[in-house]
């Protein structure tokens, strides 16, 4: 049975017109859906999709949906007035004996952060905030995981926090040179162009190569989405990482429930999207994503392991980004990196972690575990095989469980192949 979390927003005074207020229940973020859709459009941070009011409130509904409790929420929002002017959304995450607040959504979001009104980037209400967070003492760390280095966040967290993974960064295509969509073929090497042509004339023999695009809310978007997701979940086996099985669910039904919405009249489609290759009528590959405003996230992409040989993969992504110039989308993000993705693209987004220590324990989980053990173990499983990782990862999932925590790293980012 869902059980309500208990309203219990606090309100403090935050300079001298800002009003600074957590949020600690599901039904008091889903109260505050139309302000908080209308600061979206208030905000130019292109990469606060995971901070969005459908990225969020869709989590959370899978989550209640799950366990039949709502996730232990600490959303942090400014008011001017009835005005939302900035929100972090955050939840408290219980683990190895400390109690963290973690971004909204983890661990199936990407990056951390914030939106902020426009109006609010050039007053100290940030400065104050955080400064008043700092006196939470019912906490132990506040972890920003993969920060955008561009946030509002980046200046405070830093200061007064502790960062680890240095130098990470998200690979993206910048497309906003390209005027249509022969122009992404233009710019490839001239080998790249012959290697691209050889692989649609050898997919060409099985039938009529076509990109089928799917809107979220459509109930094709919906069926599609449960074969594109074995896909992913037959390639996470193979490569040593599966996915326990009620993360699958939590994150099928969010997915399921993000919808898609028609842009401005200078705006290409906003939200959860997919495509769809086809060959001969059969889906062959299949990449869902969001676009928020000219910028779209790649989330997850899969495809069908009976043609793996045949480079679908490849060939949906290099089709998805000539529908993105079509659109007038300006940056086709991969979601980070790895050497499969250094091929598709031509451009890096620095991203900043940083874990800000409210308590002793926190301190010492930040400055030890955070930045010095967790990065050695984690190379140290990259370069093990599958058959070593797999007992590894269900191990990690069975004390997560037992301990009632939820915080791997997301999977489905772990690329696409093909």
């Not at 939590?250 to 200078?266: F, I, K, N, V, Y």
């Not at 079509?326 to 940083?354: A, C, M, R, W």
């Amino acid at each position: 049975m869902h059980q309500k979390g208990k309203t219990t927003s606090t309100n403090d005074q935050v300079g001298d017109d800002i009003v600074a207020r957590a949020i600690t229940s599901v039904d008091e973020l889903e109260a505050i859906a139309d302000e908080w859709r209308d600061l979206a459009h208030r905000q130019t941070d292109p990469l606060s999709y995971f901070q969005s009011a459908d990225w969020c409130l869709s989590w959370c509904r899978a989550a209640v949906n799950a366990t039949g409790e709502e996730p232990e929420l600490h959303t942090q929002t400014l008011w001017q007035g009835d005005r939302l002017v900035c929100i972090v959304p955050l939840m408290s995450q219980r683990k190895y004996g400390l109690n963290n607040l973690v971004a909204l959504g983890a661990p199936e979001g990407q990056y951390s952060g914030c939106m902020i009104d426009q109006a609010m980037m050039d007053r100290t209400v940030v400065e104050e905030w955080m400064a008043g967070l700092r006196k939470q003492s019912r906490f132990d760390c506040v972890l920003f995981d993969d920060l955008p280095a561009s946030s509002a966040l980046v200046p405070q967290t830093q200061s007064s926090g502790i960062t680890f993974n240095p130098e990470n960064a998200t690979m993206v295509m910048d497309l906003s040179g390209f005027e249509k969509p022969e122009d992404v073929d233009a710019a490839m090497t001239a080998k790249s162009r012959k290697n691209q042509k050889t692989k649609m004339k050898r997919l060409a023999r099985h039938g009529e190569v076509e990109l089928e695009v799917l809107h979220g809310g459509e109930t094709q978007y919906k069926n599609a989405l449960r074969l594109a997701m074995e896909w992913k979940r037959s390639w996470l086996e193979d490569k040593g990482q599966p996915l326990a099985a009620d993360r699958d669910e939590r994150l099928h039904a969010q997915l399921a429930d993000l919808p898609m919405e028609r842009g401005a009249a200078d705006q290409p489609v906003q939200g959860a999207i997919m495509f769809v290759l086809r060959v001969g009528g059969q889906s062959v590959a299949k990449e869902v994503g969001f676009v928020q405003g000219r910028h779209y996230y790649s989330y997850l992409g899969a495809y069908d392991p009976e043609w793996a040989a045949r480079s679908v993969g490849t060939i949906q992504i290099g089709l998805t980004r000539k529908w993105a110039v079509e659109q007038g989308i300006h940056t086709y993000d991969f979601l980070g990196s790895s050497e499969y993705k250094s091929h598709q693209t031509n451009h890096e987004i620095p991203l900043v972690s940083v874990a800000v220590p409210l308590s002793m324990k926190g301190h010492i989980y930040a400055a030890l575990w955070l930045r010095q053990l967790r990065p050695s173990f984690y190379r140290v499983f990259q370069n093990m095989g599958p058959g070593l990782k797999r007992p590894i990862v269900r191990l990690r999932e069975l004390i997560h469980s037992l301990r009632g925590s939820d915080q791997n790293k997301p999977s489905f980012q772990t690329g696409q192949g093909g």
